[in-house]
């Protein structure tokens, strides 16, 4: 198995831009080795199965949208008010859309996985992993709201995701207005 931190995320993040860009179907070792500039057969010395390389995959797409250090510390140290729940869930939106190949990447995993049972278990704990984590900052905070509100804006921003990297509805609301919405309205009730 080789063993080289940095080409293994090379090849990751080569098969990440193959997975947004193709689909599940044009995820191949051959796609990611013509994609990293890599000789034929390197994705597959790191990666020897597909279910390896998908599982790689899962995990290298949450190191890359991990939140900036930075940027939780300066929201952490702010008073808790619906104001720094909307900020957070703008810091989301923008890691998310920033390179929007990785939330694609991230959509077309969470499809896979509903097909792979192996895949399914691996990307469930990271996906668990990420949201254990945007709770724990909620309620270090001290945010209103709890557990099943964070749950409740996890699944709204994956819908405004979905349609901001996919073929939109165009409702022809701002991204703002919408996270500001969605914060009102699912947090601002749980404070009440």
Known sequence: MARNPERRALLADAGLRVLAASGARGLTHRAVDAEAGVPTGTAS???PS?????GALGERIF???APEPAVLARLGAREPSLELVTDYLRHI???ATRE????RALFELRLEASRRPELRR???DVLRRGYADDVAFHVAAGLPGGAFEVALLHYAVDGLLLDLLTTSVDAGFD???VVSALVSRLVATAAR
Do not use: I
Not at 50 to 54: D, G, Q, S
Not at 100 to 103: A, G, R, V
């Open 93 to 95: 939106v923008e890691r």
């Open 122 to 124: 691996a990307l469930s």
């Open 50 to 54: 597909r279910a390896a390389l998908l």
């Open 175 to 177: 991204t703002d207005q």
């Open 45 to 47: 010395n790191y990666f």
């Open 100 to 103: 929007p190949e990785l939330t």
């Open 63 to 65: 190191d890359r949208m």
